[in-house]
C-alpha cells in the first residue's frame, strides 16, 4: 500500500512558486522518494528524485526534511501546462520486487 | 522520438472476449510493467517482467496475463473481461529495477468493456 500522504488538491497561480508536500512518516533508510505527474489523458512522467539531500533539477526542486519523514516539490514558476496529478512515491525493494506503488496524488490546478 | 508505444490507444471489446494489448519500446530498457488506472484513482502495478523473469502482483485477477516475446515487446492478455475491467492500461520501462531507475511511460490504452 501507498505510504504517502498527500493533500488531494491544491491551486495555484501562473508563474507563482508551488510547493506541493508530501508526508512519508514510515519512510525506510533505503527508500528513495520519487515524483512522478500526469497530465490529462497522458500517462504519468517523471519529474524528480532524492534521497537526503535537496535536489534540482529542470523541471522542479525537491526539498527533504532531516527526518526524512516528509517532502516537498516545489515549481519555481507554475505555468498552465504544470497542472496535473502529482504522485510522491516510495521506492521498495530491489531486483525483482522493486516497484513504485502510487498514492492517491495531489490534483494542481494553475490559474491564468 | 516515441520511447515507449502503446497500441491501441482505444480499445473497445465485448463482455467475455479476449482482449490483446501492447507495448513497445526503443529505449533497450530491461524492465516492462503493465499498470491499470481505473477513472479517477491512482495507477496500480499488475505485474512487470524483468528481462524475461515475470513478476505478478499478488492481487492481479487470474484473468490478466502478459507476454514478453523480447526487449522490446510486451503483451497484456484479459482472457475475459468483465465490466470492471473497464481501464485505462499502461505500460511502463525502466532500464533497471533499483530505487534510483525512472520509469518511462507511454501514453496508455483505454479499454471499454461494452
Known amino acids: 500500500d501507498a505510504k504517502t500522504t498527500q493533500p488531494n488538491s491544491m491551486e495555484s497561480n501562473e508563474e507563482e512558486p508551488v510547493h506541493l508536500p508530501c508526508n512519508h512518516s514510515?519512510?525506510?533508510?533505503?527508500?528513495?522518494i520519487h515524483w512522478y505527474r500526469q497530465l490529462p489523458s497522458q500517462g504519468p512522467e517523471y519529474v524528480i528524485h532524492g534521497l537526503t539531500s535537496n535536489v534540482n533539477n529542470r523541471m522542479a526542486s525537491l526539498a527533504i526534511a532531516e527526518d526524512r519523514k516528509s517532502s516537498t516539490l516545489i515549481l519555481h514558476r507554475a505555468t498552465l501546462r504544470d497542472a496535473a496529478v502529482y504522485y510522491c512515491?516510495?521506492?521498495?525493494?530491489?531486483?525483482?520486487?522493486?516497484?513504485?506503488?502510487f498514492g492517491k496524488g495531489t490534483l494542481l490546478t494553475v490559474n491564468p | 522520438d516515441a520511447m515507449v508505444i502503446q497500441n491501441p490507444r482505444y480499445q473497445v471489446t465485448q463482455f467475455g472476449k479476449p482482449v490483446t494489448l501492447s507495448c513497445s519500446q526503443t529505449l533497450n530498457h530491461n524492465v516492462m510493467y503493465w499498470y491499470q488506472q481505473k477513472s479517477s484513482q491512482a495507477p496500480k502495478l499488475l505485474f512487470h517482467y524483468y528481462d524475461k523473469d515475470f513478476n505478478n502482483e499478488a492481487d492481479t485477477p487470474d484473468n490478466f496475463q502478459s507476454r514478453r516475446p523480447n526487449t522490446s515487446f510486451c503483451f497484456l492478455d484479459i482472457r475475459s473481461p468483465g465490466l470492471g475491467d473497464a481501464a485505462m492500461y499502461l505500460c511502463?520501462?525502466?532500464?533497471?529495477?533499483?530505487?534510483?531507475?525512472?520509469?518511462?511511460f507511454g501514453p496508455g490504452t483505454r479499454l471499454t468493456v461494452l
Open positions: 514510515t519512510i525506510s533508510g533505503t527508500d528513495y
Open positions: 511502463a520501462t525502466s532500464r533497471e529495477a533499483g530505487p534510483t531507475d525512472t520509469q518511462y
Open positions: 512515491i516510495l521506492s521498495e525493494g530491489g531486483g525483482s520486487n522493486y516497484k513504485l506503488t
